[in-house]
């Protein structure tokens, strides 16, 4: 059974960094996809990030390019992603995600395999 188990998130400043991590487990197959999607309230679910772990291929949405690096271990089958310059905006539960059958450039919600539990960032003064 796969699992997601994400930890970080919280509160912090505009302006301020935060770092994101999901520890995956119960599949063994490297040829798959993993990253983060978020969703704020009334909104969609929107992707954040991605990245392969067969390659190292990125994939980061319009929003947050430019302010957030994903980087994985493959031996640790984890995921993290550090998040700079946060806005308001970014106010949302991020859940991790993983898309087993696809690479980030399937990086929709409708194609994601499994979801871990979420966790809130919360930007604010």
């Known amino acids: 059974q796969v699992q997601l188990v994400e930890s970080g998130g919280g509160l912090v400043q505009p302006g301020g960094s935060l770092r994101l991590s999901c520890a995956a487990s119960?599949?063994?197959?490297?040829?798959?996809?993993i990253g983060w999607f978020r969703q704020a309230p009334g909104k969609e679910r929107e992707g954040v990030s991605c990245?392969?772990?067969?390659?190292?291929?990125?994939y980061y949405g319009a929003s947050v390019k430019g302010r957030v690096t994903l980087s994985r271990d493959n031996a640790k089958k984890m995921v993290t992603m550090e998040m700079n310059s946060l806005k308001l905006d970014d106010t949302a539960v991020y859940y991790c995600?993983?898309?087993?059958?696809?690479?980030?450039?399937?990086?929709?919600?409708?194609?994601?395999?499994?979801w871990g539990q979420g966790t809130q960032v919360t930007v604010s003064s």
């Open positions: 995600a993983t898309n087993l059958f696809g690479g980030c450039e399937d990086w929709e919600a409708s194609k994601i395999s499994s």
């Open positions: 119960g599949f063994r197959m490297l040829g798959y996809a």
């Open positions: 990245i392969q772990m067969n390659d190292g291929f990125t």
